[in-house]
């Protein structure tokens, strides 16, 4: 077989080289492998190819440049660098939204992330389809896709697709395709005021939920738990003698993860209501799962289904399940509790505080209190100016 299989690393432990067992490179001491490989053979000139992820990826290809030379199939041109389907936008496209697929089977992404992934990535192709990524990814034309986006996207949306589209760039960069990253425009999305209703209003929707889809309801309505994460509640989860439940899986679109959205399966204490309404609850012959709809767990679009009809019979706009009951628990916590930004970071389990300043706002209800605390200086103020105004009119 003509040509050798390469690496431009070092051991990540110890420095040293790579050494080529004939069946991977590897670190003699250590036994690390690299992350990024290329191979070079000798065509009347000494060739390159960069790009390649693994090992067993760089053989295939070398038995395939071996076997058309042997063929006298070998045309030097269409393994010329400036030509190379490595380089190729649509073929390298292909290849990250595969590895991104194979994130999702062993659930490092989630499955609804990666439907928007593609979404993404086909409007990557419709602008840049085969040009070489190496022109590609250029500081020009990243911000002649940005300004190809239509019009009516929100600056959230926009922002979303170019996170997407640096990631793609990030990752050319480390497959060691193209050395130089392009700059992205700054893309500064305005924070949506999300619309929250009260614990009375809460009881109010509750009540015209029918009675056996209520107890699902309630358990996002009093503990915040995300509704992903009451779907995919097991009875083993909850703990009757310390009265606790174990958040640690979650639902991805129709897929059970065994892993919630902030990596970490946490604790949270329930309270006398909430331990009745468990004991309660009929278990499932045909699976483990807390919340069931003819034995098995509820599906996303049932559970809005179930808020959105309630929230119909009385009048409510606007306000989506996911507010009325999460977004809605924060709310209540800052301005009716008065807990503190930190504190409701770890009742929510944010691994970033950042995440929890959405609740943090005071409501409108909460600064009308306190002007009205603050009223009757202002209404000495205007009497006695108005006093005067009056003494002078008088005159």
């Known amino acids: 077989m ?3 299989v390469r690496t431009q690393e070092q051991c990540p432990k110890c420095g040293g080289e790579f050494k080529d067992t004939l ?28 790009g390649f992820q693994s090992y067993g990826e760089c053989i295939n290809f070398l038995v395939e440049i071996t076997n058309k030379i042997k063929e006298k199939r070998y045309d030097p041109r269409d393994y010329e660098t400036k030509n190379s389907k490595f380089f190729r936008f649509d073929y390298f496209i292909d290849r990250w939204l595969s ?3 194979k994130e999702v089977e062993k659930q490092k992404i989630a499955p609804s992330y990666f439907v928007k992934l593609k979404k993404y990535v086909s409007m990557f192709l419709e602008h840049f389809k085969s040009d070489d990524i190496r022109e590609v990814f250029k500081t020009h034309r990243i911000n002649d896709f940005y300004e190809s986006l239509p019009s009516h996207l929100a600056l959230k949306t926009q922002r979303n697709i170019m996170d997407c589209l640096r990631k793609i760039v990030n990752d ?60 995919a509640l097991q009875w083993e989860d909850v703990d009757f003698k310390k009265d ?11 897929t059970l993860r065994k892993i919630t959205k902030q990596k970490k399966a946490e604790q949270i204490p329930f309270t006398t209501d909430i331990k009745e309404m468990f004991l309660s609850l009929p278990r499932s012959l045909m699976n483990n799962f807390v919340f069931t709809k003819k034995g098995k767990p509820y599906s996303e679009s049932y559970a809005r289904k179930l808020w959105n009809a309630a929230c119909e019979k009385l009048g409510i706009k606007g306000v989506y399940l996911y507010a009325g009951t999460k977004h809605s628990v924060g709310d209540q916590w800052v ?47 205007f009497k006695q100016k108005a006093q005067l105004v009056g003494n002078e009119n008088s005159k």
């Open 2 to 4: 003509i040509g050798k």
């Open 172 to 231: 050319a960069i480390d497959q060691e395709l193209i050395t130089v990253k392009p700059k992205f425009p700054k893309i500064i999305a305005p924070k949506p005021i999300i619309p929250t209703i009260d614990v009375e209003t809460q009881d109010q929707v509750m009540q015209q939920i029918p009675e056996e889809h209520r107890p699902f309801i309630y358990i996002m309505a009093r503990l915040g738990v995300r509704p992903a994460e009451a779907r």
């Open 335 to 381: 301005n009716d509790l008065g807990e503190s930004r930190d504190t409701l970071a770890g009742l929510f389990r944010h691994s970033n505080v950042s995440m929890t300043e959405r609740y943090s706002r005071v409501k409108v209800e909460t600064v009308r209190k306190i002007l009205e605390l603050n009223r009757h200086s202002t209404d000495t103020l």
């Open 23 to 50: 069946k991977e490179l590897k670190c003699p001491d250590c036994l690390t492998t690299p992350r990024n490989y290329f191979v070079d053979w000798y065509y009347k000139k000494r060739i390159k190819r960069y």
């Open 244 to 254: 606790i439940i174990c958040i640690r899986r979650t639902f991805s679109l129709n």
């Open 99 to 101: 590895s991104r697929q």
